[in-house]
């Protein structure tokens, strides 16, 4: 059954799945404390960045070991443009979304014939040359001191500077990002990149543009994490290469395992939990890192649909309770 | 000074050599990516200093030991994490080999506080003189044994009756099953043989190095450069290839600056996937329709 079929294209934009979006509106109001508003703000980047990872990897079936890459192209051309040109925030987060969006056509275009686990080599070691270019391209990156002095992001005059307003800046991003990715999914190019995902050579023979449907993916993959870098960067104020290790392009790719990969709330689910666990366990150390492991590998080999399995499950059981749907119709969440 | 760059270049060879011949055999016996290879290394070595330092038995007993148990940890991944995500879509493995992986970073983290240890020498410390050059007799020892392990596992995989069966697995692994060869136990043997592989890749290394708990994770890079340079799909490939790139990386390393040597194994890297995905010595394969 054609879970996704709307009946005009507005639909999608009043669509239920907004309303627990919407209700984030009022997080601000319960949690005033700074310290914790920071770590939200930071699960949203997060939710932003493997929102990217979830289009490519998640909807297109292209694995990605290198996404940080992504996101420090992005984060350093938002914060060297800030900083050395003295560019409003606008026109650098125009400019990291369009420079990171060429890397993305650059890298798609050698990955066009590489499959499985040659493409996961290809993307690890395109991370690990950003990451070392950052470090060692002294002049232009500032090495290993970073960018410092990045300023907030300020529209208009109004500047970003709080944790506060910067949840509310986040928001609307976020809120655009699911609405598109939406209605990605139910279109025609999200059709043809599930198909794509399944079987590349029977899509071919359907009909699609396998090249164009693949760059495609890989352009606003790398788009959404220029984004959220850029957003990373006026946020925090200071970026180093360190950030955007191939740690980073693991725990992104964790995220989205662990929420669920291809679906729409995997990624917002993902980074909640592995976000705010490394944050709030802190204090745990090591212990932190190894629990954290066994808890990775516990999900994959028992949950491997990932946190948004269950909550659709939750979901679905619900809707059957209510008499909304029947056995057979059930859909993801 | 070009003799001193290329003997380096062919002892961290070897060295590369041990660990992706386990690694690229492995690959090809179970389909999947483990991450943890290099942990392997690692372990072989920190096991072996552990023991020795911790319940004080001589070495001669802590580094055999190291190695069974570090073999029995492979083991352990393969069952755990690569045989219950055998229907998982690829990179369910690659990201369940590194999480254990930073499992047991994180434990060795907990030993060793951020600090590196300096393994015991377990050869005498006097150069070996050869044609006026000085040679640190561990370093022998690693060629020496290398090419023992190399000719004794190619001798295994040809003579004997369970390395017949492995290479069977990895030729084909349905028309092997239907011969009888239990598949499972193969796979878990060869994972096995692979584990020994890089444990004593470690045990050579550890006194000429530091031990840390960031070997592994050098060595899962290096691992993986070699074994895109000789393909996947060959079994001489990552040993012609580990040599090629050990030697290369200790000439621009000589010549150039040591800061370039990464750079240089994943440009290789790059050049290769892009011109020649299958490696040097790797048969290529197209997709079946």
Not at chain 1, 67 to 96: E, M, N, R
Not at chain 1, 157 to 175: I, P, S
Not at chain 2, 93 to 121: E, H, M, N, W
Not at chain 2, 164 to 173: D, L, T
Request: net charge positive; charged share 10%.
């Amino acid at each position: 059954m054609d879970a996704g079929r709307k009946a005009n294209r507005y639909e999608f934009i009043l669509d239920k799945s907004n309303i627990p979006i919407v209700l984030l509106l009022l997080v601000p109001l319960w949690v005033k404390d700074s310290y914790h508003l920071q770590i939200i703000d930071i699960i949203g980047i997060y939710i932003l960045f493997s929102i990217s990872l979830n289009i490519l990897t998640g909807f297109l079936g292209q694995i990605s070991f290198g996404h940080a890459g992504f996101w420090g192209i992005g984060a350093y051309t938002s914060a060297l443009l800030s900083t050395k040109l003295h560019l409003p925030f606008c026109i650098d987060l125009v400019s990291a979304v369009g420079v990171t969006g060429i890397f993305g056509f650059a890298i798609g275009l050698p990955a066009l014939r590489l499959r499985g686990s040659y493409l996961a080599l290809a993307t690890l070691s395109f991370g690990l040359i950003i990451q070392m270019v950052l470090f060692r391209w002294v002049s232009f990156t500032n090495g290993p001191n970073g960018v410092n002095d990045i300023p907030p992001a300020s529209f208009w005059g109004m500047k970003f500077d709080t944790q506060v307003r910067f949840y509310y800046m986040l928001w609307c991003f976020l809120l655009i990002l699911h609405i598109f990715c939406k209605h990605l999914r139910w279109s025609r190019i999200g059709y043809a990149m599930q198909s794509v995902k399944t079987d590349e050579i029977a899509s071919s023979m359907a009909g699609i543009n396998v090249v164009r449907i693949k760059l495609l993916g890989f352009i606003l993959s790398a788009m959404i994490a220029g984004l959220s870098g850029s957003l990373l960067a006026h946020f925090m104020g200071y970026i180093a290469p360190e950030l955007f290790s191939v740690d980073a392009s693991i725990i992104v790719l964790t995220i989205m395992v662990l929420g669920g990969g291809g679906s729409l709330s995997g990624p917002w689910l993902g980074s909640a939990l592995i976000i705010g666990s490394s944050e709030y366990l802190r204090f745990l150390g090591h212990y932190r890192e190894i629990g954290y492991g066994i808890m990775i590998v516990l999900v994959l080999i028992f949950m491997p649909q990932g946190l948004q399995g269950a909550l659709s499950v939750v979901m679905n059981a619900v809707k059957r309770f209510a008499g909304n749907v029947s056995f057979r119709n059930q859909k993801p969440v | 000074m070009l003799i001193n760059l290329l003997f380096n270049g062919i002892v961290i060879g070897s060295i590369y050599t041990l660990t992706s011949l386990g690694f690229v055999f492995a690959y090809r016996s179970t389909g999947a990516f483990n991450f943890f290879h290099g942990e392997l290394y690692m372990l072989g070595a920190f096991l072996g200093f552990v023991l020795h330092g911790f319940f004080n038995l001589p070495l001669a007993i802590c580094l055999p030991l190291a190695i069974l148990i570090t073999g029995l940890s492979g083991i352990v991944v393969e069952r755990v994490a690569i045989r219950s995500l055998i229907w998982a879509p690829h990179y369910h493995v690659i990201i369940a080999t590194s999480a254990l992986g930073l499992v047991i970073r994180s434990s060795v983290l907990l030993y060793t506080k951020g600090q590196a240890k300096l393994f015991p020498q377990y050869l005498p410390s006097k150069d070996l003189s050869f044609l006026g050059l000085q040679f640190r007799p561990q370093k022998v020892l690693i060629i020496l044994m290398t090419v023992c392990l190399v000719l004794l596992l190619a001798i295994f995989l040809r003579s004997t009756r369970i390395g017949k069966a492995m290479r069977a697995i990895v030729s084909n692994m349905k028309a092997a099953s239907l011969m009888g060869i239990n598949a499972s136990w193969m796979q878990m043997l060869t994972f096995g043989l692979a584990s020994l592989l890089g444990a004593m890749a470690g045990v050579l290394a550890a006194p000429l190095f530091i031990v840390d708990a960031y070997m592994g994770l050098f060595m899962t890079f290096k691992i993986f450069c070699v074994s895109v340079l000789g393909g996947l799909n060959s079994t001489i490939g990552p040993i012609v290839a580990g040599y090629l790139l050990g030697i290369a990386e200790n000439l621009i390393g000589g010549y150039i600056s040591t800061d370039y040597q990464d750079i240089l194994s994943f440009a290789i890297v790059i050049f290769v996937l892009l011109v020649r995905p299958t490696g040097i010595l790797g048969k290529a394969s197209s997709p079946k329709v």
